[in-house]
């Protein structure tokens, strides 16, 4: 299934997109996709809900993000080898972890604003994860695949002076207002034949500036969740952004980063695209 949020923003309304022009309204079921919703299994009752449902067309409303928003984001640093390359910093031994404000989620198409003093906005294409049940101390990674419902297109949006040159405090170059784009739709496992084996793409301005594949990870979606498990508690609706391939705006020669005016394309096979049309501060 490819659950979706449509409507204006603080009052979306949960569907199940059945095709490109239709989806089937669940509000019936429950009425947004967020920790109650995850956490009571009640996922399990939409497929029946959509197979006689009515199909209704899509009429051009704003798509929101996949989930309500959760109790955290966290996020991984450096998953990918050749990242870390590009910035300059060693392969970690195990995953880094840092956090993320739970108010940068926005929609896949809203604008991603720029914050006052900021001369340093990047870009970053990431496989999300969502978590499907209240989770701790899994006995090991495949067990963690019963604790996903779902992934999802992100766009880990980061200042990185705010990130590097202010005390090294990570969280304060990824927390600004919409930081966090992400869906269009959140995809569940049984759609998805391999996570471990999809594309990952981003342009800026129609010039692509990222290309990878989750093959590439250094630690892949059951590892993280597992891992993290072992610290915390993962909430229902929890998300995870996995970490980004190399090509990032901070491992250019020379560096380049966005500004207003700019349009930021991104996508993962199967999950999705996302367009963002950057806007300066408020």
Known sequence: MQLM???????????????????????????????????????????ERVATGE?????GERIGAPIARPHQILCIGLNYADHAAEAGLPVPDEP????????TLVGPHDDVRIPRGSAKTDWEVELGVVIGRRTSYL???????????????????SERAFQMERGGQWSKGKSAETFNPAGPW??????????????LWLDVNGVRRQTGSTKTMIFDPYVIVHHLS???VLEPGDLINTGTP????????????LRPGDVVELGIDRLGRQRQRVVGPR
């Open 96 to 103: 880094i972890l840092f956090t993320k404000s739970p108010n």
């Open 186 to 199: 959140l995809v569940t496992p049984d759609e998805i034949p391999d996570v471990r084996d999809l594309g």
């Open 139 to 157: 006995d090991s990674p495949d067990e963690a695949r019963d604790a996903i419902a779902g992934y999802c297109v992100v766009n880990d949006v």
């Open 246 to 257: 190399p090509g990032v705006g901070m491992g250019r020669d020379p560096q380049v980063w």
């Open 55 to 59: 199909r209704r067309p899509f009429a």
């Open 5 to 47: 949020r449509i409507g204006a923003p603080g009052a979306e309304k949960p569907v199940v997109r059945v095709d490109d022009a239709h989806y089937v309204d669940v509000s019936d079921v429950t009425p947004d996709f967020d920790e109650r919703f995850f956490g009571s299994g009640r996922i399990a009752l939409l497929p």
């Open 230 to 232: 072992q610290f915390m």
